[in-house]
């Protein structure tokens, strides 16, 4: 049963998985290769991290776009029929969503194993002075922890709300969000800051986020 | 258990327009209950709250002998579904549709699923999306019965297909139902389609079950009589009387329910004479029951 | 009253005026011993009741700037043995209440690590809160602090007792600050920064800039080297540590880093350029072209050797901190700690290394938290059938 | 045989069935000992409700026309000869009932209907 729901999954992401696990596999390169002072320091680690500073971001947000879209896909294909399919299936619907969640939980182990490899090949190439170590497990854990709350989080709004309550209650989400970000750099004393502060700091739920993703570190 | 579907008190309200009101339905077991009723009667509503998709807001529902919507999921089990709307996914093939199918159903029997998608003509590897509205109805039809379900429930199953089509879904429809002692719940608002199969009748209009009887009693029960020196009073008929007409000026034509020989005498007491008797085919029944029962409720209104 | 306990500006007019009395009693004792003349001595009781005059009137001039002063701050109470001010400030008592017990901590770890000594220096500490109206009812603290002092990111901050840990940093952070701007030639050494709080972050910070610094001197210091940690705890002279740090092989981010003089010639230019392209004859060249070489090691990273000197010396050592005017900035926290240069080095380095290791990441936590809220989400996504 | 089953028709569809059966077995069509079609095919082929076949048999077993035996299926009972022949008489007349009450309610008097009858019937000719 799971079996089919994974398939099912799989069918309807797999364009979207191979373009995330591209983008991932690429993105500890682009940091060796933003790093600067590339050519006149060999490929040092300083280079490569302070590159990574710079392509981390991109990770947070295609962490994002891909826990958005691969609750978004599925969610398409079964409301086409709205519904009436999984509705009709002898399970209990928790049991039906709950099993839709596991499938696309897993499908994220793609990117994330991208991730890893791309991670792992910078690293193999770096000449690592024996006081540093290279985390490309870590951060390819960390990537999956980040996408799979994103993921989590789009499937709560979809599954909750529909379709386009979710696009609004999401861009809502990430304006105050952003919003609080942007006053909290700026300085402010406002309720926003508050809410965005609760979000990323420990035990709350972004705090994946706030923690630092990075490749090398002591 | 000898109801297959036994539905008491539903309520359910979508907007000021429909709601669904004191709904009560009993389908024996064993039955091919013909669901009858124009489009936008409640039909599909009452089978999407049949098989605990929609909730009611009151009222009892016991399907196979579990409460829905509490226990729909072991219903769904033991019952094949086939909705007014391909509800299959678009993306798959008919292979892999009947195997994310059977995977879901216990009782899913996979030669049989064989055997009726070549007796379909139904291809392997053919995409649902590219299926022509025939051929998907097929697939439904295909799955409900490779299911070796006890209860088939069917929304308009042969809605918009063509006579050849649907003419070999039924006929492995009926072959099913022989071989497999099944219930079949069939809902349509194609008469002549259930006047073959059914042997109990349900009709619902407006929101509401106007008749539920066995397809006997609703055939022979409901007679076409012309009456000469017609009673202007209609009060204490031993029938309903569903409608009257005036065509000539000395002759009235009324369609009554429940009619038997006997109730000749009535009219010889009232002065009257009735010409002649005239049996009506089901969809002559069908229709002039619901002119009779909208008549009832505007009067009722009133 | 010269021993009083005040608030800044009453400090800072009581000093002035105990300064300028105990000035003028020992010019007093001087002339006694003399032995004067009536005339002199009825005249230089005059000036000496004149100057009493002028000081009792500074005294309230003084008194009266300062009361003016505090009038602007609304909020003043006294907490863990000290005065805090807020900027302007609507506190509750239960915000009180965790302002004490925050500064109760960090007196006590100031206390526990250098006894009165850093008395001194703690004060003043001025916190600006905001007066928080409806929407705060509460009157808990916002986050200004937190941001304004980098204490940014759920990493740095334990958020089970916010307000509390939040008072404990600032009230160190302010001593710290107090007491490196005392210490002339240590300011220079730290530019000026000295945090007492939240050690171990820190210092594992110093030790992956040095692990990553182009400069083989911090990255032979964390690899195990005292004579590179030596090096790197050192201020460069004239040639803005071009020996001091780099070894050759270093030379080619020098030259990145580093900037040619507007007079530099064709020549210079093109040793730079074949240096950027692979060549390290051509580096030294270009490395010798140099106007200005940036230091490539921070004043954040020095200024833990400043921590570790100060803990080793105990009791006494903010005070040596003040007082040692001499030497260079190592020989100064060498005097400090009350051990040798050498000594002070390894205690550093081994500190460094200590908390290198111990702040590897782990996603621990992360892992636990995100399967957490995961689970949660899970629960609220099969209540509803659409 | 069963080609021409209406639904529509007033007549209940086992009778339908029913009379084609009588009707063959009266014509010498169906011998005794011949099989009928199984209820499962002769349904699935008419697209009508197992019962309904089964009800036909049963009625047609009942005035001896056919014998239903378990599993094997339903079989031409051996019928007599004057069997036969009233089962003819009888069709004929059912079928003369029929075309009067249409009659009637068209207004055609017995006159016309005899007329009628005489013009199109061969040996009249």
Sequence with gaps: MFRQILFTQFRWTRTLLLLMAVFTFVVPTLSWNLGGNVFAAGLAPIAVMNGFSTVGPMLVLGAWTLGFLLVALPWGADSQSRHVYALSLPIPWSQYVAMRFGAGAITLLVPTLALWLGSWLVVAMIDMPPTLRAYPGLLALRFFLGTLLAYALSFLLQYLAGRRAAVVLLVLLVAVFGLGMGLSLANQHELLVRITLWFIDWPGPFSVFASEWRLIDV | MSDAIKIRNLAWRAGRDFAIRDLAMTVPTGAIYGFLGPNGSGKTTTIRLMLGMQQASDGSIEVLGHSVPRQAHKALARIGYVPERLHLYQGLTVEESVRYHRAFFPTFDATEAERLRKRFGLREDALVAKLSKGEAGKLMMLLALSQRAELLVLDEPTDGLDPVIRREVLSALVEYVDGAKATVFISSHLVHEQERICDWIGVMDGGRLIAELPMQEFRSGIKRLRVHKAPVSRDATPFALLSRETPTQHLEEWVVRGWQPEMQEWFARVGAEVRDVQDLDLEESFVELLRGSRVATTTETR | ?386 | MFDHIDPRSPTPIYAQIADRVRLAVAAGDLRAGEGLPSVRALAGQLRVNPATVVQAYRDLERDGLVEMRQGAGTFVADVAVETRARERAAAAQRFVRQMLTEAARLGLSPTDLRLALERDLPESK
């Design chain 3, 1 to 386: 009253m010269c021993e009083s306990r005040a608030t800044l500006p009453r400090r800072v007019a009581v000093g002035v005026l105990c300064i300028g009395l105990l000035g003028g009693s020992s010019r007093l004792t001087a002339q006694d011993s003399l032995l004067p003349a009536r005339a002199s001595a009825a005249a230089l009781r005059a000036e000496l009741d004149r100057a009493e005059r002028e000081a009792d009137s500074l005294k309230e001039r003084v008194d009266a700037l300062a009361s003016e002063k505090e009038a602007l701050f609304t909020g003043r109470f006294e907490a863990g043995g000290r005065t805090v001010r807020f900027i302007p400030g609507d506190l509750t008592d239960a915000d009180r209440r965790i302002i004490e017990e925050g500064l109760t901590r960090a007196e006590a770890s100031l206390r526990a690590r250098y006894g009165d000594d850093l008395a001194p220096f703690r004060d003043p500490v001025v916190w600006s809160a905001r007066s928080l109206g409806p929407n705060n009812p509460r009157g808990t603290f916002l986050s200004a602090h937190r941001r304004s002092n980098a204490y940014w990111g759920p990493r740095d901050f334990n958020m089970t007792q916010p307000t509390v840990e939040l008072v404990e940093a600032i009230a160190l952070d302010q001593a710290g600050r107090n007491l490196v701007d005392r210490a002339p030639r240590i300011s220079e050494f730290t530019r000026s920064t000295l945090v007492l709080n939240d050690g171990r972050r820190r210092f594992a910070r110093a030790g992956r800039e040095m692990a990553l610094s182009y400069a083989s001197a911090g990255r032979e210091c964390v690899a195990g080297s005292p004579a590179a940690c030596r090096a790197v705890l050192t201020l460069p002279g004239a040639d803005g540590g071009l020996s001091l740090y780099f070894s050759p092989a270093d030379y080619r981010s020098v030259v990145t880093s580093g900037e040619l003089p507007p007079t530099a010639d064709s020549a210079q230019f093109a040793a730079r350029r074949r240096c950027l392209a692979g060549s390290d004859t051509a580096c030294v060249t270009a490395v010798a072209a140099l106007s200005r070489v940036p230091n490539p090691f921070s004043g954040t990273l020095r200024s833990t050797a400043v921590e570790v000197a100060l803990e080793l010396g105990g009791r006494d050592a903010p005070t040596r901190l003040v007082t040692t005017r001499d030497g260079s900035a190592l020989q100064i926290l060498a005097t400090v700690a009350g051990v040798t240069e050498d000594s002070l080095v390894r205690a550093w380095q081994q500190r460094v290394r200590t908390a290198m290791d111990a702040e590897s990441p782990d996603a621990g936590r992360d892992g636990v938290t995100v399967a957490a809220w995961s689970l949660l989400i899970l629960f609220g996504a099969t209540r509803r059938k659409p």
